[in-house]
């Protein structure tokens, strides 16, 4: 099993910035992408960012490419999501995942992952 506990979240102002952690602990060596997921009140948990534990390619949804990174530091099981020029649109909770899938790339979909954590909440004010 693997446990992930997400932190960082909060109130910001549009315009502002936020990073949010992610950290592993367990079977971590099991997973080998880790992705950001959100969902806002009413609608569906929708991919943000993604990438694998061994480096390589970062992958982002188009509604933050710029605006987001991705990044992860091995040495301390954690993924980090730096999330500049938020907007009001950027409101949700974020979740982090775990993918245990070596055969395959970082995921957008929710189905592909094996290990959510509780979420934490951004809220972007106008």
């Known amino acids: 099993q693997v446990q992930l506990v997400e932190s960082g979240g909060g109130l910001v102002q549009a315009g502002g910035s936020l990073r949010l952690s992610c950290t592993a602990s367990?079977?971590?060596?099991?997973?080998?992408?880790m992705g950001w997921f959100r969902q806002a009140p009413g609608k569906e948990r929708d991919f943000v960012a993604a990438l694998r534990w061994s480096g390589g390619r970062t992958y982002y949804a188009d509604s933050v490419k710029g605006r987001f990174t991705i990044s992860r530091d091995n040495a301390k099981n954690t993924v980090y999501l730096q999330m500049n020029s938020l907007k009001p649109e950027d409101t949700a909770v974020y979740y982090c995942a775990a993918d245990k899938n070596i055969y395959q790339g970082p995921s957008a979909y929710v189905s592909a992952y094996d290990y959510w954590g509780q979420g934490t909440q951004v809220t972007v004010s106008s």
């Open positions: 367990g079977r971590t060596d099991s997973t080998h992408a």
